[in-house]
């Protein structure tokens, strides 16, 4: 496969909780992202990293926080869920940072 | 600052027409472009980049510096064409970190 794996592929989670999705890659690629994809809006670049332990917010990153402790998983966190949050998520991998790799993506409903 | 547009949500022709998807950048510095694709429900791939210069499916794209511009060109639209296909431009952030911004996409349905 494409060497990038994310988890869960669908979420249902009540308003207020706390969600954390998963990027899991095995490609040893220094870059990470993660996006999120809704109608109208095209992808929106939410955190990336560029490193271990190294990361940085991207154009929508309001309500997430993220973390990279080892190379092959970057974690998005949803720290109370919103019904805004509601997308799809997709996480990306790239070895020199152009030229992106994308997981399945997530499917997360918020009600 | 950098930005992509992408001034048509919709595009719709028939099997066999050609297909242009325009795509407009605005960036600073020297810029990397991309399309990349969607099919239904599953994940983006990568269609072209402008540094191969190759064609891929029968698509190409050209920069044209001068106009800001990267459309993507098809001579002879196909039904499996039928896709979402987004433009992207990487550049450098702070230090030597790059980001993908995106355009909003293009549905293109190809007819019978």
């Known amino acids: 496969d494409a060497g990038i794996t994310q988890s869960p592929r669908h979420k249902v989670t009540e308003t207020g909780t706390p969600v954390t999705l998963r990027c899991h890659q095995t490609e040893n690629h220094r870059y990470m992202y993660w996006y999120r994809q809704d109608p109208g809006h095209g992808l929106r670049l939410i955190h990336y990293s560029y490193g271990v332990k190294d990361t940085d917010k991207g154009e929508v990153s309001d309500g997430y926080s993220v973390s990279r402790s080892k190379t092959e998983d970057f974690l998005l966190t949803l720290e109370s869920a919103t019904s805004s949050q509601t997308s799809v998520y997709f996480c990306a991998i790239s070895l020199t940072g152009t030229g992106y790799t994308f997981g399945s993506g997530t499917r997360l409903t918020v009600v | 600052a950098q930005r992509v547009t992408q001034p048509e949500k919709l595009l719709s022709v028939f099997k066999g027409a050609p297909v242009e998807l325009k795509c407009n950048y605005s960036?600073?510095?020297?810029?990397?472009l991309f399309w990349y694709v969607q099919y239904s429900r599953q994940r983006l791939q990568l269609l072209l980049r402008?540094?191969s210069r190759e064609s891929i499916k029968g698509f190409t794209a050209d920069l044209n510096k001068g106009e800001t511009s990267f459309h993507l060109k098809k001579p002879f639209a196909q039904e499996e064409d039928s896709a979402m296909y987004y433009c992207a431009l990487s550049g450098l952030t702070g230090g030597s970190n790059y980001k993908l911004t995106f355009g909003k996409g293009t549905l293109l349905t190809v007819n019978p």
């Open positions: 960036y600073s510095g020297s810029p990397e």
């Open positions: 402008h540094i």
